[in-house]
């Protein structure tokens, strides 16, 4: 499909663009040194070259505070709200989150498909950005590199004095329709190096996992933690939830609804009556690390983190799952050699 | 990657949507355990297979995963064994018959009883297992042709937590039944068997590959009743476990009831034992 150049002096006026078709969300500055995904109000504020934003676009689609149904207590009666589809373009996207966008399509169309989620990811765009990693990003080796334009409509690759915008799909295409851009008749810049790596291939990361079950990092790691489950809240393929009543002041309405949960937090497999399923940190610290790269890969052949190191930015104790994936390789490869 | 095709809501069902039941009978077992008789509108079946559970809610108070006690033999309603223990379940023990809950569901594997045809059946419960098994149980006397001997191991902590009083009696009058019952302490006057569960096993009289278990009770009984079955020379494959998780929506979405890679509301609660050997955090 078509390539088009898109100057740096050209490119408010393309979301612009964007913006008369669609409700465009685009990556803004919060604060001093955070970013964060918003709707678009003024072009110029949007920020496409940014190391990463707080938290991915998941939370358009699974929103951390849903309501699963309405209730009316004096007629003990229920209903479903209608969920609204979003009809948004996703402006400078970096691969690594458009790849977490459809590993939860997976996760959301698989066994009992479901509508919410659906009925608001159905409609959305999405314009990937190309991006400079930083010592946190490593999604190069879970097989995202910076340019990797797997599920998106327009990427934007950037290149001297601008962006090569390249067209994926017919929706892409459709959203450049009328206004007028070059070709882009260049090669594309090489993507940018990365400076962190597990250091196997991600096909080899289930066997590294399954040897490294009772390895004696996860009790270290457990050490430093304080199961306050950040990594679960800013990581984009997370989409585990717990559900909640809440009664309005009058008694007579409430909600169900459902909030974002993690599996670091202890309370996350206790059962009535007491019992935890896993009540060490380290056995928690262990779920997570299994989840992203063994229990769903085993599944789906890919591994389920994508690489955009917000859990060890993010982390308050300063714990690294590449570290950790790493140590695992070292064990599993010491035994091998 | 997802088809593109498939990101639509036009095939999606009312997941977390719960149908209105009628309490129509509530019986209380002991100061903990009542036993739920509930209708579905116009007395549809709830459809279930003995070992699966329904979520049941009060609105504004929350729900929760409760096995199905009554087997699909008996018609036109459903029963709930549901012990107090937090806010749900002792909201639910307030309510009278006419009142109504939530239902969704049924979820889960379940027992899958063609498997079970013409082989003996060897029930061991612990407690509160007793519930979901008493599905099982009554499924195998309702169709009691189709299955060989019937051997109930109950254990319970006292006498004063014995459930199921009426049909615990029937049990033990019924020449089709090998019921065998045992407390861990009895109270003074207790005429009966005195022991944890896994003594009333090495005394049993099995006819060994034709005998499959059913195992159900709280978490640190299983390792101890895999154990007393191995040494009366149980086939592994012969052996099947109901275990306990917080499956929270029941439809493979929230996460919460995961053993390792495997979603309890999904794969389980009943599991055949050479499916979970390998999950380390199943037992």
Known sequence: MARFYLENGKVAAFIGHLQQQKTVYAPHRKGRNAFAFAPVDRPQDVVLDYPRTVSSIKRYFLPPREELLSFNLVENTCEQPVVAPLDAVFLGVHSYDVHAVLKLDHNFVSGNPERNYLTRRQGALIVGVGFTPDRFHFSGSVGVPAGDTTGCDLFLHPCE?????????????????????????????????????????????????????????????????????????????????????????????????????????????????????????????????????????????????????????????????????????????AVKA | MTKRELITPAATKDLYLPVMAEITDVRSMTPLEKLFEIRLPGGAELGHRPGQFVEVSLFGVGEAPISISSSPTRKGAFELGIRKVGMLTEMIHRMQPGERIGIRGPFGSGFDMAKFKGRDVLVVAGGIGLVPLRSLINYVLDNRGDFGRLIICYGSKSDADLLFEDERRLWER???????????????????????????????????????????????????????????RLPEENIYMSLERRMKCGVGKCGHCQINGSYVCQDGPVYHYPDIKALREAL
């Open chain 2, 174 to 232: 019924d020449p089709r039944v090998e019921f065998h019952l045992t407390v861990d302490r009895g109270s003074p006057g207790w005429q009966g068997r005195t022991g944890v569960i896994t003594t009333l096993i090495p005394g049993l009289d099995l006819d060994l590959p034709n005998t499959l278990a059913c195992v159900c009770g709280p978490p640190v009984m299983y390792r101890f009743v895999l154990l007393a079955l191995k040494s009366k």
């Open chain 1, 161 to 333: 004095g601008g962006y090569a915008l390249e067209a994926l799909t017919p929706d892409g295409e459709g959203l450049v329709a009328g206004f007028p851009l070059p070709a882009h008749t260049a090669g594309l810049p090489a993507a940018a190096p990365f400076h962190q790596h597990i250091y196997v291939p991600q096909a080899k990361l289930k066997d590294v996992l399954a040897h490294g079950y009772d390895s004696e990092v996860w009790e270290e790691e457990a050490e430093k933690c304080t199961s306050c489950g950040t990594c679960n809240l800013v990581c984009p393929t997370c989409y585990c939830f717990d559900v909640e009543d809440a009664v309005d002041i009058t008694v007579t309405r409430g909600s169900r609804e459902r909030r974002w949960d993690g599996c670091l937090l202890r309370s996350f497999t206790e059962v009535a009556g007491g019992e935890v399923f896993r009540e060490e940190p380290a056995a928690r610290q262990r779920h997570r690390v299994f989840r992203k790269f063994k229990y769903i890969s085993d599944e789906t052949g890919e591994p389920w983190c994508v690489g955009c190191g917000r859990c060890t930015a993010s982390c308050t104790a300063g714990i690294s799952i590449v570290s950790i994936v790493n140590r695992l390789v070292n064990d599993h490869d």
